[in-house]
């Protein structure tokens, strides 16, 4: 375990559109974007605990990756998973079933040859709570309080980023204020202005309760009722959702209220005009938080050419937990591994 303080920042500061899934042929560690290979690695997953400082927060992070860092050996690509607003990080990304499939996206993309990363934002999970709701611009704050610690021990110094559903806004917002330190980003399940959202209409009509309090009820049924609320809740198995569940309520029935406050009545929080890296956008087609015409109006505002929107079908809100899941796994991969262009 490794603890980092803020000021070690100061020493290391520094076209068209597509809609569908894309058949794209298996790339090779030679012709890949960041150097990654779509094959399975080989080996044993490694992994280790750090934490970062955002002003008197301690902030934990989560590093897995094939096999131990070796010092002068080539840093691998490093991918970054921010967590959504009702679960902490290694509930979100590292799930592990006891004899089942795999719903870690963490040991996914290790295997993948990826130095994958994630952090608990201020109040949830692991890391401390300043108090605050925890909007989505506190999780900004985080994301630029953590991205010293992984320069430093990655040797990276930009990194591939992932958020669903409000972590996709974050890690959006992110890439819009630091776009020295995103490579590719990857936005799954998320919401830009939320015209139309099935899902955002219920936080706004409850909106007096969300501000009440920084904090609001997230017990066992509201977290069950994520695989519900959109319908075709048999597109998730019950056991995920009751491991799910086990492992989430060891932090307790709360958690911050202000992604939720923010994407009912504070959307847009992202010009898409000022997101300079390639971008990937997956949507479950029966999501709730969003519609097409929602997220394909910030697609078209993207200034990137190298950006892809994909349907995922048979899909809702959460893709990373439903059994059709290896279909963003499938995705994300060779959006991550895309050739670099050769001609300009």
Excluded: C
């Excluded at 990363?117 to 890391?127: A, F």
């Excluded at 007096?208 to 998730?236: C, K, V, W």
């Amino acid at each position: 375990m490794k603890s980092y303080e803020l000021a070690r920042r100061d020493l290391l500061a520094a076209g068209g559109l597509g809609i569908g899934i894309g058949l794209a042929a298996r790339l090779t560690p030679a012709n890949a974007q960041g150097g990654a290979s779509v094959q399975a690695a080989q080996g044993a997953i490694w992994s280790q605990e750090y934490w970062a400082q955002k002003g008197g927060v301690k902030l934990n992070l989560f590093r897995k990756r094939m096999d131990a860092p070796a010092a002068g050996a080539q840093p691998l690509p490093v991918l970054f998973l921010v967590h959504g607003s009702s679960l902490s990080s290694r509930s979100a990304y590292d799930l592990t079933l006891p004899g089942g499939d795999t719903y870690s996206l963490m040991d996914v993309f290790a295997r993948k040859g990826f130095d994958v990363w994630t952090m608990d934002h201020d109040g949830y999970g692991r890391s401390g709570s300043s108090g605050n709701s925890s909007d989505i611009m506190s999780g900004v704050e985080d994301l630029k309080a953590a991205t010293p610690v992984v320069l430093a021990e990655t040797g990276r110094t930009k990194f591939h980023m992932f958020g669903e559903s409000s972590g996709s806004i974050r890690a959006a917002l992110f890439a819009q204020l630091m776009p020295e330190r995103v490579d590719r980003l990857v936005l799954a399940a998320s919401t830009y202005k939320g015209e139309g959202a099935e899902e955002i209409q219920r936080r706004r009509d409850r909106i007096g309760e969300l501000r009440a309090n920084p904090r609001r009820t997230r017990d066992a049924a509201m977290i069950q009722s994520i695989f519900t609320r959109d319908g075709h809740p048999t597109i998730y198995d019950p056991a995920m959702v009751n491991a799910l569940v086990t492992t989430e309520m060891n932090f307790g029935d709360t958690i911050p209220a202000g992604t939720y406050v923010d994407m009912a009545v504070n959307l847009p929080l992202v010009d898409p005009t000022k997101v300079k890296s390639p971008v990937l956008m997956t949507r479950g087609e029966w999501d709730g938080n969003s519609t097409d015409d929602d997220l394909l109006e910030f697609f078209r505002h993207l200034p990137n050419g190298d950006r892809q929107y994909v349907i995922l079908p048979n899909t809702a809100h959460n893709q990373v937990f439903t059994k059709n899941r290896q279909l963003l796994w499938y995705t994300m991969q060779n959006f991550l591994a895309a050739p670099i262009p050769v001609a300009s």
